[in-house]
């Protein structure tokens, strides 16, 4: 009662501006105070009502109530607003013109109101909303958008629409507009209303192509807990049957995390004799099999005492399932995209037959790193063809490698060590061990040249398990090499000085280099990578390289006077080098084999807005260009960009592959690519896309061309509902 009487004498004394805290009360016990602050403030003594007018607040920890007047009832907890009437929650805003609101369970009445959905600014409007739970909404004649302006770019319009923060939205009687025009209307329509991860429909994807027909799917992604998540495919095309995929992550330490994806496809169509549009021109192997399926994994682990764990696995049912399904959100592309993005390594590429899996265990020291690793290949040849040849898995390979151990004074030696066990299906097993220590001991004359001598010792070892006296003669074989080495280099630099403190440095790098391996004594023995595979050498290398290093001054560093700054006062840019390299070989006899091709190689970075890349093979006996590749990029602050790939070996293949994108405008941009086959002058791919971006919505429609298929795809993103259609495909 002494609260009561003060605030009702301060009324009466007419203070202008009034702020307190009001706690409530339930059960006898004090939850949480309210503050209202007002610019006038009465108090009936017999109702228990506050009443406040002029930028009224009612507030607590994580709720927010405003209006131009307000009553409150002690009592009820319930107020009753109008005017300017908002309340603000942790992941959404209610406005109206007038509102009956219970505070205690957060729940009422608002009229010709909004619900505002953070973080998009996603708007429902109605002519009443009820307030029916702390996240649950159901509103009557409703209008929904999240573009800006009494008539939007698109709303959906409906009788009545229920809505769930975290969950969903259904409406009854719904109509899609664009402007004023009806574009599609259904009796039901739903959506994801989602501020965080949470188990739900993600957005269907639609499309059509020559070889799937119509295709179709709604992903169920599925919230395990804070560290896992799965997503759930179910894709209907109409000419091939019903492909089903799982993906599951889990994410649960810095260090380690996983990502596993499984598909299955049942075809109604295979690849035979009879049919030459259901298989691939990259082979003669035929692909009989109806039950397709693709399994592929990655993982990072930490493990005890610093060690890392690692393993990759992808096995695949057959030859064109990769071809086949690049597309798609859980297509090879995809895929690839995902691994490199969280693991840094991706697949092999989508037409090789040999696929990688393997596990491995990798400890670094400061010098020196053990890495034990199981390596296994999975073959879709063997599975088709009975004459394949066997692959050849490593189980397991113990390397331990060093660098830079000083031995004495100027005595370095770095080591190579390696035991495998090898194992091929259906015949020899090979156990090898090789060792390889390097002692080099570098020599530096002041400032002007560094030669460096280097000696090699190695020894190989091989125990053959099964008798095999016919390519071997007996099961324990050895090598033994003595490699010789000395390298000399030098360079010599000017530089040269611009405005203020900016200076471009032209560096120049001789090196030559000559090595020498004594002809093997043993030839005899099992080759299975390249460890085995040594010849003898007695050769001159020689190189020149051409850099040039641009140093400009920091612009951000000038308009900081802090003396703790980090940012360094200079940045320094190595934007061209350009080396050629060759090799002559003294023991050939053949005056016009003894010089190898010249090599070219040039790399050119423009301020971020144009680099080249290219390197060339060219022979000194009347051959001329051996092979030639060159890629060229050209970009632009509005995103243009224009990217250019000419790869060219003799006698074998020779393409060009162009992709350009153009940002019209500031709402359209396009791309178009073409890939073609200059020796017969045939276009292996091209597609075309064109993009419309709104604030508030965004349209993609792109068509794509290859030997095997065609596709069509449109692709709508609606903010705050998120994407309609096949997606924004890769061209």
Not at 331 to 345: A, L, P
Not at 545 to 555: C, D, F, Q, T
């Amino acid at each position: 009662m002494l609260k009561k009487y003060i605030i009702f004498f301060f009324v009466f004394i007419g203070i202008s501006k009034l702020v307190f805290a009001e706690p409530l009360i339930m059960d006898g016990k004090i939850l949480e105070s309210w503050h209202i602050s007002a610019d006038n403030i009465s108090y009936n003594l017999n109702s228990d009502d506050y009443i406040a007018n002029g930028n009224v607040t009612i507030s607590k920890t994580d709720l927010i109530f405003k209006a131009d007047y307000i009553c409150f009832n002690n009592v009820t907890k319930i107020a009753t607003a109008k005017g300017n009437v908002l309340i603000s929650f942790k992941d959404d805003v209610l406005t109206g013109e007038s509102m009956e609101f219970d505070l205690k369970t957060e729940t009422g009445t608002i009229f010709s109101g909004n619900i505002i959905l953070k973080p998009d600014n996603f708007v429902i409007k109605g002519d009443k909303i009820l307030k029916t739970g702390k996240q649950s909404y159901e509103i009557q004649k409703a209008r929904i958008s999240s573009c800006e302006g009494e008539h939007p770019d698109w709303e959906i319009t409906g009788k009545e629409v229920s809505v769930t923060i975290e969950g969903y939205g259904f409406v009854t009687h719904g109509a899609l507009w664009v402007k004023h025009i009806p574009i599609f209307y259904s009796p039901l329509i739903f959506f994801p209303v989602k501020v965080e991860r949470q188990t739900g429909l993600l957005s269907p994807n639609f499309g059509y192509s020559d070889r799937n027909g119509i295709e179709f799917s709604i992903p169920l992604f599925v919230a395990i807990n804070k560290n896992s998540d799965a997503t759930i495919y179910e894709e209907y095309m109409s000419e091939r049957g019903n492909k089903i995929g799982l993906e599951y992550r889990n994410f649960f330490a810095k260090d380690s995390k996983t990502i596993f994806l499984f598909d299955f496809l049942h075809d109604k169509k295979i690849d035979n004799n009879n049919s030459d549009k259901w298989g691939y021109t990259d082979d003669d192997v035929l692909r009989t099999n109806s039950n397709r399926q693709w399994f592929r994994a990655k993982g990072d682990i930490g493990l005890p005492l610093d060690f890392l764990g690692r393993f990759d696995i992808d096995f695949v049912s057959d030859q064109d399932y990769l071809h086949e399904f690049r597309d798609g959100e859980s297509g090879f592309d995809k895929t690839e995209q995902t691994f490199i993005k969280n693991f840094g390594r991706g697949l092999a590429c989508y037409d090789d037959p040999f696929r990688n899996n393997g596990i491995t265990i990798t400890k670094n020291f400061e010098k020196s790193v053990l890495n034990i690793e199981s390596i296994w290949f999975d073959n879709y040849y063997e599975k088709n063809q009975s004459d394949a040849l066997s692959s050849i898995y490593k189980l397991p390979s113990i390397k331990y490698n060093a660098i830079n151990q000083k031995l004495f004074n100027s005595l370095y030696v770095r080591l190579n060590s390696d035991y495998t066990f090898f194992y091929i299906k259906d015949d020899v097993n090979v156990q090898r061990i090789d060792i390889n220590p390097v002692f080099y001991a570098p020599i530096k004359f002041k400032h002007y040249l560094t030669v460096e001598p280097s000696v090699s010792l190695r020894e190989t070892a091989w125990y053959i398990e099964q008798d095999y006296n016919d390519a071997f003669q007996e099961n324990k074989l050895h090598r033994e090499i003595i490699d010789f080495g000395i390298t000399a280099n030098t360079n010599f630099f000017k530089i040269y000085k611009g405005n203020k403190s900016d200076a471009i440095k032209h560096l120049i790098k001789p090196e030559i280099t000559y090595y020498y391996s004594p002809k093997i004594k043993n030839e005899v023995h099992p080759e299975l990578d390249y460890t085995d595979v040594l010849y003898r050498k007695n050769k001159i290398a020689y190189s020149l390289s051409n850099i040039l290093i641009s140093k400009y001054r920091n612009a951000s560093f000038d308009s900081i006077t802090s003396d703790d700054t980090k940012l360094p006062d200079f940045y320094y840019n190595q934007f061209l080098t350009f080396k050629f390299k060759q090799e002559y070989d003294i023991d050939t006899v053949e005056d016009d084999e003894r010089f190898s091709p010249l090599y070219f190689e040039l790399l050119f970075a423009f301020n971020q807005l144009l680099s080249v890349s290219s390197d060339a093979s060219w022979s000194i006996y009347g051959d001329g260009l051996i092979s030639h590749n060159t890629s060229f990029i050209m970009q632009d602050e509005r995103d243009n960009k224009l990217i250019t790939e000419y790869r060219y070996t003799k006698e074998y293949s020779e393409s060009l592959n162009n992709r350009l994108i153009l940002a019209l405008s500031e709402q359209i941009s396009s791309e178009f690519y073409h890939e073609l086959n200059m020796l017969d002058s045939k276009t292996l791919k091209w597609g075309v896309g064109l993009t419309y971006k709104s604030k508030c919505w965004a349209v993609t429609t792109t068509y794509k061309s290859d030997l095997e298929d065609k596709r069509f795809s449109i692709f709508v993103y609606l903010e705050g509902l998120g994407g309609v259609g096949a997606g924004a495909p890769q061209l």
